[in-house]
């Protein structure tokens, strides 16, 4: 089975900018989480999606959003980049909710913003 | 709110000794679930051994086991006989409605 890809790998924005990264996850897995990972804060929660739908949210700003296909793929979106928003996001799929299952990291989407 | 502490931020080993990273927990649920995960360098993140809180038996992988304190609320990882291939970010996570992670344990191994 092939993995968790993310795409893309990196990318340099622009303060003000908005970007959307994309997530494919593992044939069958029905959860996709994000994470922000940066070197002060470790990795920090931004949400999680099961059938479309969102079911739980970090403490991030409405600046980032997210949402899930039908096919379980996920795009996430952040508005208005900031300096402070820098940093590698993971995704991570499990075949059912993220509470208790094993999830999957895909190799993560390193943005850089100017 | 649930929280995740790892109070050291790097540690060292020498090869094929025993190591262990400590981590503390904070859950207002009863039944969860704790992990350890590995980030080598420039790899991807993988689990390295899962316990259920509900379980008093302590998880064990191969080199790695856990010591489950739950009215101490604490989870720590020992790796045996330590390996070069063990040099990794380590995190530590709870899960009850989410998943949360500590800031993680650079751990180092020195031939």
């Known amino acids: 089975k092939a993995g968790v890809t993310q795409t893309p790998r990196y990318l340099i924005k622009t303060r003000g900018q908005q970007v959307t990264l994309s997530c494919s996850p593992i044939?069958?897995?029905?959860?996709v989480s994000w994470y922000q990972q940066t070197p002060g804060q470790g990795l920090q929660f931004l949400f999680e999606?099961?059938?479309?739908?969102?079911?739980n949210k970090g403490n991030f700003p409405g600046r980032f959003s997210g949402r899930q296909f039908s096919n379980s793929r996920s795009e996430m979106n952040v508005s208005t980049l900031e300096l402070g928003d820098s940093a590698l996001y993971l995704c991570?799929?499990?075949?059912?909710?993220?509470?208790?299952?094993?999830?999957?990291f895909g190799p993560g989407t390193r943005l850089t913003v100017l | 709110a649930q929280t995740v502490t790892q109070s050291q931020p790097e540690m060292s080993v020498q090869e094929a000794e025993t190591v262990t990273l400590s981590c503390t927990y904070d859950?207002?649920?009863?039944?969860?679930?704790l992990f350890w995960y590995k980030q080598p360098p420039s790899r991807q993140m993988i689990l390295v051994i899962r316990?259920?809180?509900?379980?008093?038996q302590n998880a064990t992988e191969n080199r790695f086991s856990v010591n489950f304190q739950k009215a101490a609320k604490s989870f720590s990882l020992k790796i045996s006989d330590s390996q070069l291939g063990d040099a990794a970010m380590y995190f530590c996570?709870?899960?009850?409605?989410?998943?949360?992670f500590g800031k993680g344990t650079r751990l180092h191994i020195l031939p």
């Open positions: 316990q259920e809180a509900y379980k008093q």
């Open positions: 044939s069958g897995h029905r959860s």
């Open positions: 999606y099961f059938s479309e739908t969102q079911r």
């Open positions: 859950t207002s649920e009863s039944d969860y679930y």
């Open positions: 991570a799929s499990s075949l059912e909710v993220v509470t208790y299952n094993e999830q999957f």
């Open positions: 996570a709870c899960g009850d409605d989410k998943i949360i």
